[in-house]
């Protein structure tokens, strides 16, 4: 079985400053892996995702991560982040070769402070 | 118009009570899901559907039930509605051919009072 940890809860950061929301996760397997961005009262959307390749990943709004298979990480980092950014975030992973079933970390509410 | 629906978007109900929320999509997905998140604990899956005659358990599957009605509709059951079900619940649909991602509607609110 895959887990995740997320080990920020809450990362206030101001406005046009750099972020990183850490995730960590737990497998005995290969892994997909997975950051999706949940506004306020709407659904998840991705934001980005490795299945495999080059280890630098590039999403939408500027957001980009990197799959450390030796730490077991995937952190997500943005060099300026703006007030719309403002989001919650989730780091999600699956055992590769199927993303049948997600296990999600806990999340990550950013907040930018102008 | 979304391509992910679910209805009600909010409902109250009362102990006990049996409650049905239901999902409706448009993307011609055969995999469906459904998950509540609980503040703190993220998503966690309850069931899921890969064709209409799949089934499976997910990690939290007590106290619910499914009917995948069509390719497009997964409906959620909680047969004896209590507190502790109080959460939010959130359909999800994803192809099987290669893009490994899921699209989830916009979440109903739940409160069992």
């Known amino acids: 079985a895959q887990s995740v940890t997320q080990l920020d809860s809450q990362v206030p950061v101001f406005e046009e400053a750099p972020v990183e929301l850490r995730c960590n996760y737990s497998?005995?397997?290969?892994?997909?892996l997975f950051w999706y961005v949940q506004y306020p009262n709407q659904g998840l959307q991705l934001l980005l995702k490795y299945l495999s390749g080059s280890t630098l990943v590039k999403g939408i709004n500027g957001f980009e991560a990197e799959f450390n298979k030796s730490q077991t990480s995937f952190h997500l980092r943005k060099p300026s982040v703006h007030i719309s950014d403002t989001a919650e975030y989730f780091c999600a992973v699956s055992k590769a070769g199927s993303a049948r079933q997600l296990t999600f970390g806990s999340g990550t509410q950013l907040t930018v402070l102008p | 118009d979304a391509d992910v629906t679910q209805t009600p978007r909010n409902r109250i109900t009362k102990t006990g009570k049996r409650i049905m929320l239901e999902c409706s999509q448009t993307?011609?997905?055969?995999?469906m899901y459904w998950y509540r998140q609980d503040p703190g604990l993220g998503l966690r899956l309850i069931y899921y559907s890969f064709d209409v005659k799949d089934i499976n358990k997910g990690e939290i599957s007590d106290g619910y039930s499914v009917s995948r009605q069509a390719q497009a509709k997964f409906s959620l059951s909680l047969e004896s509605a209590i507190p502790n079900q109080t959460a939010l619940y959130f359909c999800?649909?994803?192809?099987?051919?290669?893009?490994?991602?899921?699209?989830f509607g916009p979440g109903t609110r739940l409160l069992v009072l």
């Open positions: 999800a649909t994803s192809d099987p051919d290669g893009e490994e991602t899921q699209y």
């Open positions: 993307k011609g997905h055969d995999r």
């Open positions: 497998s005995s397997v290969s892994v997909y």
